[in-house]
């Protein structure tokens, strides 16, 4: 005899007839209710751009922060549970300086997005070790530049992590991806993956786009990680 979807949707490790994981289903859902955020890789680095959902107007815009620093080469924007990515970036952030203590090298950007992921799948019921009682609500876009030159992941609730010329998330990923499919280019330069991040944001985003409502952040080979002024956002926005 089943189990009824309702039981299904109960056990986070519990697969259904069909071959299912609802519980994960439902954190991949809770991302598009999340703020947009854009990635794009280019030869001379990788630009984030991401949505600040400003719910009034007595907000500070500088304690919402939507894109976080990992270590000097590596960067992260989420969408999705903040709470969540708190924890995945601080895990990240361990894992990075326990990679450069003991082999004296930054870590690798495929390495740390596996970490990641890794414990984003140590959820379930029971057992000796400390695990999370349901999956992370929460995607990442993970950029840095390593020994590999530029490099943009995406990882997800599931534990899935795909690596991207250009990628959006959350709420207006679908109209924001289509608009990067047809606009991108291998050939780009920082400057004008700038451009196209923020156009991008400014067409699914409700308010209207202003250096206070937009976050931009950089990592490239010369400078490394880099999170934009008011004053470079009013410039960027200006041009689009």
């Known amino acids: 005899m089943f189990l009824t979807r309702t039981e299904y949707d109960r056990g986070v490790n519990?697969?259904?007839?069909e071959g299912r994981l609802f519980q994960v289903e439902y954190a991949i859902e809770a991302i598009k209710l999340g703020s947009t955020a854009v990635g794009i890789k280019t030869n001379?680095?990788?630009?984030?751009?991401?949505?600040?959902?400003?719910?009034?107007?007595?907000?500070?815009?500088?304690?919402?922060?939507?894109?976080m620093e990992i270590d000097s080469h590596i960067g992260?924007?989420?969408?999705?549970?903040?709470?969540d990515a708190r924890t995945l970036i601080d895990h990240a952030r361990v894992e990075a300086q326990n990679h450069r203590f003991t082999y004296d090298e930054p870590v690798r950007i495929e390495a740390l997005t596996q970490a990641i992921c890794d414990l984003a799948l140590s959820?379930?019921?029971?057992?000796?070790?400390?695990?999370?009682?349901?999956?992370?609500g929460v995607a990442l876009l993970m950029a840095g530049c390593d020994d590999k030159g530029p490099q943009l992941f995406f990882s997800e609730p599931s534990g899935t992590f795909v690596e991207y010329k250009a990628k959006a998330i959350g709420a207006g990923s679908e109209g924001a991806q289509s608009t990067l499919e047809e606009s991108y280019s291998e050939s780009f330069t920082m400057e004008?993956?700038?451009?196209?991040?923020?156009?991008?944001?400014?067409?699914?985003m409700e308010e209207k786009i202003n250096s206070e409502n937009v976050e931009?952040?950089?990592?490239?080979?010369?400078?490394?990680?880099?999170?934009?002024?008011?004053?470079?956002?009013?410039?960027?926005?200006?041009?689009?």
């Open 14 to 17: 519990t697969f259904s007839p």
């Open 44 to 67: 001379e680095g990788v630009v984030l751009a991401v949505e600040k959902r400003l719910t009034s107007p007595l907000l500070e815009p500088s304690s919402v922060e939507k894109i």
């Open 76 to 83: 992260a924007a989420m969408s999705g549970l903040i709470a």
């Open 123 to 136: 959820f379930g019921e029971g057992g000796k070790e400390k695990k999370m009682s349901r999956p992370f």
């Open 192 to 204: 004008e993956a700038e451009n196209l991040a923020v156009t991008v944001l400014k067409q699914v």
């Open 216 to 240: 931009v952040a950089s990592v490239t080979e010369a400078n490394g990680y880099q999170v934009y002024t008011a004053d470079q956002l009013s410039t960027i926005i200006g041009r689009v």
